[in-house]
């Protein structure tokens, strides 16, 4: 905390009393005071009482003092004229005001913090540039989003992990977004692209699993090549998330740029998925079919609809799997050895799924 801060806090209590108020630092020289005579002059170091209330107040030479920082160190204090309750008073609410000045002053001093408004956008457009040149925050160098969710109270640890990985707190942020998301703002190299995202979150998934045995969901956005660009980077991440937990919950770390027609089915109106499901199921609904059935769909789909591939590795005769086949065709009407059936189908698939996703959770 500067002294600057220090000051005008004091000349804006200066009105209020007649006592004298100043701050000493940790050898007792006054740093402050609404005595000008007595900036610079050394009043002796005093041992201070730690704590919170107003007993934690220390008389000395005709002065009380007061710890600054909330009793949790002992750098700074600041000091009333007089040993009596009226500079007791004077003491403790001139600490007061000093501390709450210092934490707004942090805050917007604070990298960290600057970034965390820009990502949530709770900073207008037109502070963006101002505030970056006031923090001497380069406004156009390459960084990733990286968004961790976990399922867990273990919020704290899991920052502390980021943070060791990622010493670098000028440069590259943790943030914790909320109880389970925590967001990592890396700056890279003009050439930093989304493959090294991917093996900064595959380091980190290790991490936390290794060391907190947690099990995580990683969403990484697209590079962002200028700060005014973080906040849709961040949602990026945050959609990656949500998408690929509908759609793609084998993996653990979704990209952005890899979700696919999952990401236009996301933004569908349920009105339009419901007209689609009944439309394309005129016979039966899809769940109608049986787990067998749709086993046999998913591995025909890995295989690029390849019967012979498909029959091998679902170690049946070919004969079988064009049997379960002919019979998924009279069910749906979809003959998914015909790309254009198989790719109706496998929108089906993915839209029914996305109703799921939306009713279980009251949407």
Same mark, same amino acid.
């Given at each position: ?93 001139? #600490? ?7 934490? &707004?002053?942090?805050?917007? +001093? $604070?990298?960290? !913090?600057? %970034? ?40 704290? #640890? ?7 990985? &990622?010493?670098?707190?000028? +440069? $590259?942020?943790? !943030?914790? %977004? ?186």
């Amino acid at each position: 905390m500067s002294s600057r801060i220090f000051q005008s806090v004091i000349i804006q209590l200066k009105d209020a009393t007649n006592r004298v108020i100043g701050v000493i630092d940790s050898d007792g020289s006054v740093i402050a005071c609404s005595d000008l005579t007595l900036i610079g002059d050394n009043i002796g170091a005093v041992q201070l009482s730690q704590g919170e209330d107003d007993d934690s107040t220390t008389r000395s030479n005709e002065r009380t003092f007061k710890a600054l920082g909330n009793g949790s160190r002992d750098d700074y204090a600041v000091f009333a004229e007089g040993e009596d309750d009226i500079a007791r008073t004077v003491c403790v609410m001139a #600490a007061i005001a000093i501390n709450e000045a210092g934490v &707004f002053f942090e805050e917007n +001093n $604070d990298k960290r !913090i600057f %970034v965390k408004n820009v990502i949530c956008e709770n900073i207008l457009p037109v502070d963006l540039y101002v505030r970056a040149k006031e923090l001497r925050f380069a406004p156009d160098v390459n960084r990733g989003v990286i968004l961790v969710r976990h399922n867990s109270t273990m919020g704290t #640890a899991v920052v502390e992990v980021l943070q060791e990985i &990622f010493p670098d707190r000028q +440069n $590259d942020f943790v !943030i914790s %977004v909320s109880d389970n998301d925590v967001a990592l703002i890396k700056e890279m190299t003009p050439k930093g692209d989304v493959k090294y995202l991917f093996k900064l979150a595959k380091t980190i998934e290790k991490k936390l699993e290794s060391e907190l045995m947690l099990k995580t969901m990683i969403g990484v956005g697209t590079p962002a090549r200028h700060i005014r660009e973080l906040a849709e980077r961040y949602k990026e991440a945050l959609l990656s998330i949500k998408i690929g937990s509908i759609f793609n919950d084998e993996n653990t770390i979704i990209g952005y740029e890899n979700l696919g027609i999952g990401r236009l089915i996301y933004q569908l109106p349920t009105t339009l998925c419901e007209i689609f499901l009944t439309e394309v199921f005129k016979r039966n609904p899809i769940e109608a079919l049986d787990q067998e059935t749709l086993h046999t769909i998913d591995k025909f789909f890995e295989n690029s609809l390849n019967v012979s591939e498909t029959s091998r590795k679902l170690f049946v005769h070919r004969n079988t799997l064009v049997y379960r086949l002919d019979k998924l065709q009279k069910m749906t009407g979809l003959d998914l050895r015909k790309f254009d059936d198989a790719i109706i189908f496998k929108v089906t698939q993915m839209v029914s799924r996305y109703m799921h996703y939306k009713e279980s959770n009251g949407y």
